[in-house]
């Protein structure tokens, strides 16, 4: 059994002691150092610890490989250093030496790492959220009337793992909203308000019904925030700024209160009306004009659609994407060209989590990937996948889009219609059963494909052997 104790204590050490840490956190299996000079530990010390894994560099984050006792190590450490439990850094100081370290070496490379490490520092501690919530959907979609018809969709035990897996999405932008705030220096909790209010009901009540809307006079884009998180992830940082300098002027006596009432006044024009709703308006465009696309230029475009599909779900874009082509089906009771698009790259994403489970060593890591992997083939959620795998290895991003691409691909040469909506699990190919038995070999060998060649890739080149060294 592992010494958490001795671990905590030689990590410490290793890493200048408790006064060259300003916070610390971790994920299911990694310890997540903030420190004020991260040049400091030397990696092959780290690693050489008995009980430490490995060790990752990511924005500025020191992360330490423990495994499954990582909590336990994490409180001791916690304990050691004078840390309070999860608490951010709130103080002046800190928020100072971030700034020196964030104007560090900032080369190209070290800004798209930077970026990397603070989406997935957002979306990491909400993995097991997302892995619960889609094995709901799994459950539902093997016992339930997709399946072995164990109970129906009316039934009480149907509707409450629905509503299970509904919570773990929905609510998404308080989640990484609070993730977005620690990792930044300000209080997790203001980072979930500002989540709070883009789910606000009568915000979405305006969203819903089109009515104009206008913040101290602004003209608002209402959009429906609930499921996404990029609108979130670019409102937290502009906050966290804004709070950061009126905590500088702020009188310390009026802080508590008037900092963060101030810090939402001044903020919320600028994240309602330009921030959040940026990407829905960018993505209009893009969406228009994709669809456009996927329909002029036969196969290929179909074969781009399927590639780009998960980049244009993860910031809602693929709403808008999706409402012209829905229209054509209600009407005609086909589905073809663009319109099965997303289908395929869903299936790269089961091929993305099933090559990272064969690809990765650590048991944990493995499990995890097992479970993405699960709650897409099973239940259609792609999440785990999407902000658990690619994220955390961002070459896994090349082998989805290369499965969607090779799977749409073979859809759009071949015709492929869809005749019923299914869900987004391994069930989605019997959407193409109602026209020949041709039309549906052709959507199951697309599938397939989509997840082979999304699985090979990610095998082979999207997880390099530094990541698994670092495991």
Not at 9 to 16: I, M, T, Y
Request: hydrophobic share 50%; with cysteine.
């Amino acid at each position: 059994m592992a010494n958490n104790k001795e671990i905590a204590e030689k990590v410490l050490a290793a890493v200048g002691g408790a006064s060259n840490v300003k916070d610390a956190t971790h994920c299911m299996t990694r310890l997540r150092l903030y420190l004020k000079d991260d040049s400091i530990p030397k990696d092959d010390e780290v690693k050489a610890i008995s009980g430490v894994m490995g060790v990752v560099r990511g924005g500025q984050q020191y992360q330490i490989v423990i495994g499954t006792n990582v909590e336990k190590v994490y409180e001791e450490l916690r304990q050691m250093a004078g840390l309070k439990a999860n608490a951010a850094v709130q103080d002046d100081a800190a928020a100072a030496e971030d700034a020196a370290l964030s104007k560090q070496k900032l080369t190209p490379k070290q800004v798209g790492k930077n970026i990397m490490g603070y989406l997935a520092g957002c979306m990491t501690p909400m993995i097991p959220v997302l892995l619960a919530g889609g094995l709901f959907n799994a459950t539902n979609a093997i016992l339930g009337p997709q399946l072995l018809g164990l109970y129906t969709a009316e039934s009480d035990i149907y509707i409450l793992f629905a509503f299970l897996n509904q919570a773990s999405l929905y609510f998404m932008p308080i989640l990484a909203g609070y993730s977005a705030a620690k990792q930044l220096g300000v209080n997790g909790m203001l980072g979930s308000f500002i989540g709070c209010i883009l789910l606000a009901p009568n915000f979405m009540a305006y969203a819903t019904s089109g009515e104009p809307f206008t913040v101290f006079g602004i003209p608002c884009t209402t959009v429906n925030y609930s499921q996404t998180v990029l609108p979130i992830m670019v409102s937290v940082p502009f906050f966290c700024l804004v709070y950061k300098i009126v905590k500088k002027y702020m009188p310390e006596v009026l802080s508590t209160i008037f900092t963060p009432f101030l810090s939402i006044i001044i903020s919320v024009p600028f994240i309602l009306c330009l921030l959040a709703p940026l990407g829905t308006i960018i993505g209009n465009v893009i969406s228009d004009g994709l669809a456009w696309f996927g329909m002029t230029t036969g196969w290929f475009g179909v074969a781009a659609i399927a590639a780009l599909w998960e980049f244009l779900v993860m910031s809602g874009m693929h709403l808008a994407l999706m409402m012209p082509m829905m229209a054509d089906f209600f009407e005609t009771g086909i589905g073809s060209g663009p319109m099965n698009a997303g289908n395929f790259a869903t299936w790269a994403c089961f091929g993305v989590a099933l090559g990272a489970a064969l690809r990765l060593k650590n048991k944990e890591d493995r499990s995890t990937c097992f479970g993405a992997f699960a709650s897409g083939i099973l239940g259609g959620v792609t999440e785990p996948t999407l902000y658990g795998i690619c994220f955390r290895y961002s070459r896994c991003f090349i082998a989805m889009v290369a499965g969607g691409f090779v799977g749409g691909g073979i859809a759009g040469f071949f015709d492929l219609k869809g005749y019923v909506m299914t869900s987004a699990n391994f069930l989605s190919v019997l959407g193409y059963v109602g026209g020949t038995n041709a039309n549906f070999i052709v959507g199951l060998v697309a599938s397939l494909a989509s997840l082979v060649v999304a699985a090979v890739l990610t095998y082979t080149i999207g997880i390099s052997k530094k990541d698994l060294q670092n495991q």
